[in-house]
Each structure stands twice: as structure tokens, then as C-alpha cells.
């Protein structure tokens, strides 16, 4: 079965430093790709980044980066240059077929990362 | 214009009573679906709509009942609603692929009372 596992609950950073949060899954589906998003406080879901199980290269969006390592099944948030406003919940996802047709995507239980002055 | 929009925003209710969420995109995406976001922040998929066809149905009560009316639309009605109801609904739309990133309603709060 697909899944996702985001091992942080929590995590603080230090306005303008970098910060990781991480990510791994699990499937046996060759072909599969891997989201975040943001939801912060005020509730709505942000797309961040997206990264294809082929690409050879890590997808990066400004300050956010994807450290994607497919041996390892792990497909890391980078944010650089933390921002009082990175504040938010962030959430792993990943989309794959179904054998029974159509595109499923799944989550992680989330990432509360707050970032201090 | 919103890209993704449900109505309402937010929702309280009697235990018992009947409910219904609306969605509409204008992305022309060909997928909808719905997504239950419980009080711990976990995002689980219910529904999923292509073209109009019914193609994911979790396991989700039978009290919940997905309509599309066209590929624009999927209205989610909840009948004889129970306090575990509680949550935050999103719709959503993308295209077809699992390269498709998925576009969010703005969420629809329910509270059972």
C-alpha cells in the first residue's frame, strides 16, 4: 500500500536560516510523483513543488528545494532563507496510479514548522 | 476569479440533520475530488470524480454521497450528520497524470453539534 511518513511533528528554525523537513514513501509503482504543500494558519493548501520519479535532477522553486533520493525513498523539503511568513503546517505528497484507474494522491501527516525571530 | 470554489465556508449543525457542500472549478480540469481534513491536520481522500464517473470511493459511509453533475461540479451531501463528521472538507481538481498537482477549494468547516 502507498504511504507516507513525515517523522517531524515539529520543528523550529531561526529567521533566514535553512531548514529541512523530511519525507520518505513507500511504493513498488515505477512511475509516481512526489508534492508538497503549504497550509498555513489561515487554512487554504499552497502548492510548492513537485518532483517526477524520473527526473534526474531535484526540483527546486525559489527558496524551496527538493532533496529527492529514490534508492532511499526519500523526497526532502529544503527551505532556504527561512521567512517569518514559512510559519505553516507542510505536507509530503505523493501521486501514483491506480491499478483500477484514474490518479490517487496521498498525504503525510503534516510538519508544523515555526520559524523565529 | 477563484479557480476553485465551495461553498459554504463554514458549517455547523445538529447531530441528524442532512448537509451539502458545494464545489466548482474553472480550470477545466477533467478530476474533482474531496478531501477530509480531521482535527489532528490529516489529509484522507474520500471521493475522486473523472469526467463525471465515479473512479476513487474510500471507505466512507455510506451517509456521504459525491454528485457530479458535470466535470465542473462535485457536491458532496452528508446525511444524518454524527459528531465524528467534524472537520475541514477540501475540494480539489487537477488534470489527468501523476505528474498533476492538485488546485484546492478554500476548505468548508463542519461542526456537529
Known amino acids: 500500500a502507498q504511504k507516507i511518513t513525515q517523522t517531524q511533528p515539529g520543528m523550529f528554525v531561526q529567521e533566514k536560516e535553512a531548514v529541512t523537513l523530511d519525507c520518505t514513501y513507500d511504493?513498488?509503482?515505477?512511475?509516481?510523483?512526489l508534492f508538497w504543500y503549504k497550509q498555513p494558519s489561515s487554512g487554504e493548501m499552497i502548492f510548492l513543488i513537485y518532483?517526477?520519479?524520473?527526473?534526474?535532477q531535484n526540483a527546486t522553486e525559489g527558496r524551496y528545494s527538493l532533496n529527492f533520493q529514490k534508492a532511499r525513498k526519500s523526497a526532502n523539503l529544503v527551505i532556504s532563507a527561512s521567512q517569518l511568513g514559512d510559519s505553516a503546517m507542510y505536507f509530503c505528497?505523493?501521486?501514483?496510479?491506480?491499478?483500477?484507474?484514474?490518479?490517487?494522491?496521498?498525504f503525510g501527516a503534516g510538519t508544523r514548522l515555526f520559524v523565529k525571530a | 476569479d477563484t479557480a476553485v470554489s465551495q461553498t459554504p465556508k463554514y458549517l455547523v449543525t445538529q447531530m441528524g440533520n442532512d448537509k451539502s457542500i458545494k464545489c466548482e472549478q474553472n480550470?477545466?480540469?477533467?478530476?474533482m475530488y474531496w478531501y477530509k481534513q480531521d482535527s489532528k491536520k490529516f489529509l484522507k481522500i474520500m471521493f475522486s470524480?473523472?469526467?463525471?464517473?465515479?473512479?476513487i470511493n474510500e471507505t466512507v459511509p455510506n451517509r456521504f454521497s459525491p454528485k457530479s453533475p458535470d466535470k465542473a461540479h462535485l457536491n458532496l451531501h452528508i446525511n444524518s450528520l454524527e459528531l465524528g463528521d467534524s472537520a475541514v472538507y477540501f475540494c480539489?481538481?487537477?488534470?489527468?497524470?501523476?505528474?498533476?498537482?492538485?488546485?484546492f477549494g478554500s476548505g468548508t468547516q463542519l461542526s456537529v453539534l
Open positions: 480539489a481538481s487537477s488534470r489527468t497524470g501523476e505528474n498533476e498537482k492538485l488546485f
Open positions: 511504493t513498488s509503482d515505477p512511475s509516481y510523483g
Open positions: 518532483q517526477g520519479s524520473y527526473d534526474q
Open positions: 505528497a505523493m501521486r501514483e496510479v491506480r491499478n483500477t484507474g484514474g490518479f490517487k494522491t496521498i
Open positions: 480550470l477545466g480540469h477533467d478530476t
Open positions: 470524480y473523472n469526467n463525471k464517473e465515479l473512479i
